[in-house]
């Protein structure tokens, strides 16, 4: 994920593709924003449209040619859909079998057979970060919402008790751990190391995930004490299935990928010695490409023979996976022709003036502006991908710690208070039964815990790393 490095970035854009000055340049990023964020929420267009539109929008008020702006444009594109299209495929695959086989139900029936009581929130936190790991957001809350309403019923149970711990789980994955398509691209602009950013991310998680999660819960529950909707517990994915695969080969499945990664970024840091043997063999298997291509390989046999999959069905699981993927990859892909688009006109030099004159820190810096992003379009990806694209000129100059801390607070700043204008928002609200009022003060304030706990902790690591 390291191929679209910042020199090759400033190698695209040497010469800006336009003479305006930063109060220019200024008035044109937010009228470029605004037109998105009016689109999206006004107009209801779809994400990939608004910001192809918005992207037009930037360079026509920053006073390019249309024909360089639509080359920046599709440039940047090509190049975020090359560096990240085959990666959120594979990711895709990977969790269609984990939730086709049996293999999400059988990590959740292992744990939850091992839990009771006060353990019951952790247990689903745990849950929900584990099959969050390689699912998208809505992928994973439909695949666990089952369980969520099963458990607090059966259990008797708040329901937020243990809902907001599985939201949380999933949640924080989404935001802050690739392979999700946000980390992926924030990754891609800005240059980072993969396995590192893994690595921090995982630590930023950890502490994040806990305080949204368990312990947020306990206030959400008095706050919003409602029981689990009957009409809403849909069938089970496994239970239709004769057979699923194990505890303990699902979870090593699942987990294979970023193991390797981070066998990488370790290998990496201790040996640094690009002529190494060892350190040969984890830069190809430890690889973003590879690792998720291994963990589909190995997921095919171990998840979807096991499950009595034939080859037809694994064939059908597969090509099922990618059609729902279609509407992400463009919207990923017009994002990235949006950042470049940016850097094109020139707003990377006015972003570095802007921090230099106004002394804020890279890390707030690009949290507040995926911030303000997330707020106006209610979009994590969208908000993750602007937000890259301003701030990618910040991370020139930067050790490899420094630019996965960035991707990290972009991460963290893309999750603050999800409100009317996100799908998540309504999908939480309709599957937990609750008003606008209650899923705000459950779900919205997790999310702005989130975002301001991971930023608080990556602020933190900037201070020792």
Known sequence: ?????????????????????????????????????LLITKFKLHAFLALTIGSLALGAFAGAPL???????????????????VLIALGAILGKLLADSGGADQIVDTILAKASGRSMPWAMVLIASVIGLPLFFEVGIVLLIPVVLLVAKRGNYSLMRIGV?????????????????????????LGA????????????????????GPLFSRYAARW????????????????????RPGFGVTVATVLLPVVLMLVKALVDIVVDNPDNGLQKVTDVIGSPLIALLAAVLVGLFTLGRAAGFTKQRLSTTVEKSLAPI??????????GG?????IDVGV??????????????????????AVAIRLATGSATVATISAAGLVAPLAEGMGTSETALLVLAIGAGSLFFSHVNDAGFWLVKEYFGMNVGQTIKTWSVMETIISVVGIAFVLLLSLVL
């Open 193 to 212: 190391n993969l396995g590192v950013t893994l690595a921090l991310g995982v630590l930023v998680a950890i502490p994040t995930v806990i305080i949204a």
């Open 348 to 369: 990377g030099q006015m972003i570095l003036d802007f921090s230099k004159n106004w002394s804020i820190p890279a890390l707030l810096l690009a949290w507040l502006i």
């Open 338 to 342: 949006f950042k470049q688009t940016l």
């Open 326 to 335: 279609a509407g992400v990859l463009m919207i990923v892909g017009a994002g």
């Open 224 to 243: 919003v004490d409602i029981p689990a909707p009957e009409n809403m517990i849909p069938a089970r994915p496994s239970e239709d299935l004769e057979k």
């Open 67 to 85: 024909a360089a702006t639509i080359d920046s444009f599709t440039t940047g594109l090509g190049k975020t859909v090359a560096g990240v299209g």
């Open 1 to 37: 994920m390291t191929s679209l490095s910042v020199e090759m970035l400033a190698a695209d854009a040497v010469e800006p593709i336009t003479s305006a000055g930063n109060a220019q340049l200024g008035i044109a990023v937010l009228a470029g924003i605004a037109v998105i964020v």
């Open 165 to 189: 711990p599985a939201l949380a789980g999933l949640s924080v994955m989404h935001g802050l751990i690739p392979p999700h398509p946000g980390p992926l691209v924030a990754i891609d602009a």
